[in-house]
């Protein structure tokens, strides 16, 4: 029907392998899609090393955002959180490896802009801008 | 050629196709229609034969526009049956028709602790308004329940009107539930309690007949391009003697009677409430858009929408895993928001695109409606009087198609 929806996507969304919580996370960070009311938690584990262990992610939202935080995840267990913090548009855009226009970019880069907020520990609340580019 | 067909070619939009060989169907009208050509032309016309500033110049030219900005609104006083087209203001919207009377009225008359009740049906823009009047000047608001299959809870209504508000604020015709308030009842229970009465009109002009008299509403606002208009123009009804009391909502040039240094006197109505160099095109498009409502006739209208609606709402309850919002048998407006199970909104509608189907998903400026019956979004399909029953049909197959990619 749409090249947006390759099965790799509806897979992720269906069937996704780091939904959940993490009780307790050493770092957890939330925030949501004013535009469609999607909304998303992202827990981490961090080794001595700053390192991630483990990752989870909650909340609602459409097959874009929850396949794209999915992958996110998946991509990041056993990096450094350093390298988390460098992480672009582009990287999602490579991970779910499909065109976006300009509203549905807002959906995938949701889960980044959750990572890296919680990555650079920003408390929940704090309004900062990232560089997402 | 059938009526639906002859109204359909005299939208150049609709023969648009979204890709090669997929024609628009366009399902979102409850956020803008689309306009016809006798709009299109008589606004390119404007420009190409008649432009000037208005009510400022004794040339050829100013003369022609202010005729033609005047006249426009001449045809949308008649179309709503006001007493005069004085009582016609021009605004950009609905929403701003509806901020001016929170400022203008409301800054003016009430008082910290005055009552304005609203419902839990409104759009954004008759909840924002009254949000930011009472954080600055202390009003209370209260709000008439929405029940679960979407009325508004009379009971509950008669009861609040024993608090004595001073307005009660309220939508002509939901856009998310389709459900088509009682107003003239709802004005007169309030206007026995003592209250004004505001009516948010934006999803009942443009689909069948208004008379703001035998209403009996106080103030009435609605947009143009909701009504096959342009964008950038509305209008506000007010009873003059209303409109007359109240404050200036912006300051310039146009809405004075005469200025000096230390201040100024406000000029008469309409032109009192229109500061600065107006939409002027837009006017005279609004009122083209009116020359062409009536001339299909808005009985003709409204009943065509009620038996699309009814052919939509019956073939989608019937599809498994579609939940739809709003009440079942009462006469509804050309709306169905709905929810397909397991798949979000915005999904919906993104691959319904793909087919040229257009709908719209997430709240639609109702945040506090879907808080209420708990889902963060919607997907919503909305008609007007060039909606076929063959796109119906191309809807429920692409919704089939959603369902088998996700199923
Ligand atoms: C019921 C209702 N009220 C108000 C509005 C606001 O209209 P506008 O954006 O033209 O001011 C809309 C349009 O979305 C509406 O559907």
Known sequence: MDDMYREAIIEHYKNPGYHGVLEPADISFEDNNPLCGDHLRIDLRIDAGGCITEAAFSGHGC?????????????????????????NK?????????????????CALLSLKVLKSAAYGIHQGESVELDLD | MNE?????????????????????????????????????????????????NIH????????????????????????????????????????????????SWGRKFLKPGDIVLLTEMEHHSNLVPWHILRDSIGIELKFIPVTADGLLDMAEYEKLLQLEPKLVSFTHASNVLGT???????????????????????QSVPHFSVDVQQLD???????????????????????????????????????????????????????????????????VGFGSAVDYLTQIGMDAIHQHELEITKYAYSLLMNLPGVTLFGHEKQKR???????????????????????????????????????????????????????????????????????????
């Open chain 1, 63 to 87: 097959a874009i955002s929850q396949a794209s935080a999915d992958m996110l995840l998946g991509s990041i267990i056993g990096k450094p959180l350093d390298e988390v913090k460098k992480m």
């Open chain 1, 90 to 106: 582009q990287d999602i855009l490579d991970l779910i490896g499909i065109e976006l226009g300009p509203v549905r970019l807002k």
């Open chain 2, 4 to 52: 639906i067909t002859r109204i359909r070619s005299d939208f150049p939009i609709l023969q648009r196709e979204i890709k090669p060989g997929v024609p628009l169907i366009y399902l979102d009208s409850a956020a803008t229609s689309q306009k016809p050509s006798l709009v299109l032309d008589s606004m390119s016309e404007y420009y190409a034969r008649h432009n000037a």
């Open chain 2, 56 to 103: 400022r110049g004794v040339h050829t030219l100013a003369e022609e526009a202010t005729e033609l900005y005047e006249a426009a609104r001449g045809k949308i006083s008649k179309f709503i049956h006001a007493r005069s087209h004085t009582e016609v203001i021009y605004t950009r919207n609905t929403t701003e028709a509806i901020n001016l009377v929170a400022y």
């Open chain 2, 180 to 202: 088509i308030n009682p107003v003239q009842e709802m004005a007169r229970s309030a206007h026995r309690a003592g209250a004004l009465v505001l009516v948010d009109g934006a």
């Open chain 2, 217 to 283: 509403v106080d103030f009435y606002a609605f947009s143009a391009h909701k009504m096959l208009g342009p964008t950038g123009i509305g209008a506000l009804y007010g009873k003059r003697e209303l409109l007359e009391k109240m404050q200036p909502f912006m300051g310039g040039g146009d809405m004075i009677r005469e200025v000096r240094l230390e201040g100024f006197t406000a000029n008469e109505l309409p032109y009192k409430f229109e500061a600065g160099t107006p939409a002027i095109a837009e006017a």
């Open chain 2, 333 to 407: 407006g050309g709306v169905i928001a709905f929810e397909v199970a397991g798949i979000h909104p915005h999904d919906v509608a993104q691959l319904l695109d793909s087919d040229g189907i257009a709908v719209r998903a997430g709240h639609h400026c109702a945040m506090p409606l879907h808080q209420k019956f708990g889902i963060p979004a919607t997907t919503r399909a909305s008609f007007y009087m060039y909606t076929e029953k063959s796109e119906i049909d191309k809807l429920i197959l692409g919704l089939k198609k959603v369902q088998k990619l996700f199923g």
